[in-house]
């Protein structure tokens, strides 16, 4: 599976966006772009998935470079819930399963 | 519930006793998945059915662990033999074969904590 680069964590204000970046040069034409998020005590949940074109849904954005190599997940209003790791996962098109890194913790502050 | 159901949520055991983990998926998912995770880690994968066969069981890390999955349904992660490395919460999800949605998303119990004294 092609690799995917996270930073450790980040904070946030509540109320405020979040960009949560993800670098994976060497993704391959049939990969998807995969982010779940894992509150605490739960199993990972999905949040969003995009291939080329921006993807938007009522959890959060997803914003993909021109060539690929990175992508953003963006929150738009941080909330107390929004408090999670986020996973940024590259799935082959044919693929069946996901290959987790260790992701972003997000802390958000009321 | 509605959701992929694992039992039991805790379980503390012995080492070198043996141990089984019950999953339970969303009806109808005909893909089924066993992950471990480890504290700080991302969860990795163990095991994937199709059905009731193990069509990808190249994450699992050595012969004391099995799973089965006899009817295509509800399915039991099995380890023999438990090692304190073996600690861990074991996560199972689901999935439809074929999304309508094509997400391709994958459904996550809330998993089962194991722990090895």
């Known amino acids: 599976d092609a690799k995917t680069t996270q930073p450790n964590s980040m904070e946030s204000n509540e109320e405020e966006p979040v960009h949560l970046p993800c670098n994976h040069s060497t993704i391959s034409g049939t990969d998807y772009i995969h982010w779940y998020r894992q509150l605490p005590s739960q199993g990972p949940e999905y949040v969003i998935h995009?291939?080329?074109s921006n993807v938007n849904n009522r959890m959060a954005s997803l914003a993909i470079a021109e060539d690929r190599k990175s992508s953003t997940l963006i929150l738009h209003r941080a909330t107390l819930r929004d408090a999670a790791v986020y996973y940024c996962i590259l799935r082959d098109m044919g693929g069946y399963k996901l290959s987790f890194g260790a992701g972003t913790t997000v802390t958000v502050r009321a | 519930g509605a959701g992929v159901s694992q039992t039991p949520s805790n379980k503390v055991t012995e080492k070198g006793k043996y141990v089984e983990l019950r999953c339970d998926p969303i009806?109808?998912?005909?893909?089924l998945y066993w992950y471990r995770q480890s504290l700080g880690q991302g969860p990795e994968f163990l095991i994937y059915f199709q059905g009731t066969g193990a069509a990808d069981d190249s994450g699992l890390p050595n012969d004391r662990f099995f799973a089965v999955r006899p009817e295509g349904s509800v399915s039991t992660l099995k380890i023999q033999r438990t090692e304190r490395g073996d600690s861990a919460v074991y996560l199972c999800?689901?999935?439809?074969?074929?999304?309508?949605?094509?997400?391709?998303?994958?459904?996550f119990g809330e998993g089962s904590r194991l722990t090895v004294l």
């Open positions: 999800a689901s999935s439809l074969l074929r999304d309508p949605r094509n997400t391709g998303e994958l459904f």
């Open positions: 995009g291939l080329t």
């Open positions: 009806s109808g998912h005909t893909a």
